[in-house]
C-alpha cells in the first residue's frame, strides 16, 4: 500500500521558476526522503529529514516536514531543464525495520 | 566504487514462462531491497533481504521469490509470468535497515508478452 501521496501528480513550470511539490503520509515516521527519477530509470537519492527535523536544505533543495500534518514539501529553487523528472517521496517507519514506502510521485517538466 | 548493478537491463519473456533477474548490492551493504514499477505507477515493494535471510515480503503472490547469496548480491525469480508483470524491477541496498539513505541501481525492464 502506498505511504506517502505527492500532490501534484504533475507539474509544468518555466526555466528560473520554483517548483514545489508536497507529500501527505498516513503513519508515524522515522525520516522522510525525497528521491528523483529520470527517464523510468533507477532512483537517485536527493535529501533525508528526520523526524525531529523541520527543515533541511541541499543546494537548490529545501525540504519541509510536518509531522502534526504528516506532510512534507520540496522546493527546487531557480530550475533548470535537467530538474525535468519524476519525484517521489520515501517513508520510513518508526519500527526501522520496514522497508521505505514511496509514493505515485510527481513529474516535474522545466520548460526552457 | 561500484553503485548498484542489475541484470539483464531488458527481458523479454511470454507469458508462463519464468524470469530471473540479478542485482548486486554496493559493497559494504548486506541488506538488499525489490521494488516493482508498473508504467505510471508509484514503487512497489516486493522483497527484502539482510544477511542472506528474508526479512520482509510485500503484498505479492508466492511466485514472486527470491534470494539473496553469501556475497549478499540477489536475485529475483518470478514465476509463471502474466502480461501485468510487465514492469521495471529496481533493485536497492542501504546499510542494514532504510533509516539512512537508499542506493538504486538502473532497473531491469521486463516486458512479457
Known amino acids: 500500500s502506498q505511504q506517502g501521496e505527492e500532490d501534484p501528480q504533475a507539474l509544468s513550470i518555466q526555466e528560473g521558476e520554483n517548483a514545489t511539490m508536497n507529500c501527505s503520509y498516513k503513519?508515524?515516521?522515522?525520516?522522510l526522503q525525497w528521491y528523483r527519477q529520470n527517464s523510468g530509470r533507477g532512483l537517485v537519492h536527493l535529501i533525508l529529514i528526520r523526524s525531529n527535523e523541520r527543515e533541511k536544505h541541499s543546494g537548490r533543495l529545501r525540504v519541509t516536514l510536518d509531522t502534526s500534518k504528516k506532510s512534507s514539501s520540496l522546493l527546487i529553487t531557480a530550475s533548470r531543464a535537467a530538474d525535468t523528472a519524476s519525484y517521489f517521496c520515501?517513508?520510513?517507519?518508526?519500527?526501522?525495520?520496514?522497508?521505505?514506502?514511496f509514493g505515485k510521485g510527481t513529474r516535474l517538466s522545466v520548460i526552457a | 566504487e561500484a553503485g548498484v548493478t542489475q541484470s539483464p537491463t531488458h527481458l523479454i519473456k511470454t507469458r508462463g514462462q519464468q524470469a530471473t533477474l540479478r542485482c548486486s548490492p554496493i559493497?559494504?551493504?548486506?541488506?538488499v531491497y525489490w521494488y516493482q514499477q508498473a508504467l505510471g505507477l508509484g514503487l512497489q515493494f516486493l522483497l527484502w533481504?539482510?544477511?542472506?535471510?528474508?526479512?520482509n515480503r510485500g503484498n505479492f503472490p508466492p511466485r514472486f521469490s527470491g534470494r539473496q547469496f553469501p556475497n549478499y548480491s540477489s536475485e529475483l525469480n518470478v514465476n509463471a509470468l502474466e502480461l501485468e508483470d510487465s514492469a521495471l524491477y529496481l533493485c536497492a541496498s542501504s546499510l542494514i535497515v532504510m533509516n539512512t539513505e537508499a542506493f538504486f541501481g538502473q532497473g531491469t525492464r521486463l516486458t512479457v508478452v
Open positions: 559493497s559494504g551493504h548486506t541488506s
Open positions: 503513519t508515524s515516521i522515522n525520516n
Open positions: 533481504y539482510d544477511e542472506g535471510e528474508e526479512r
Open positions: 520515501a517513508t520510513s517507519r518508526d519500527s526501522g525495520n520496514t522497508p521505505l514506502v
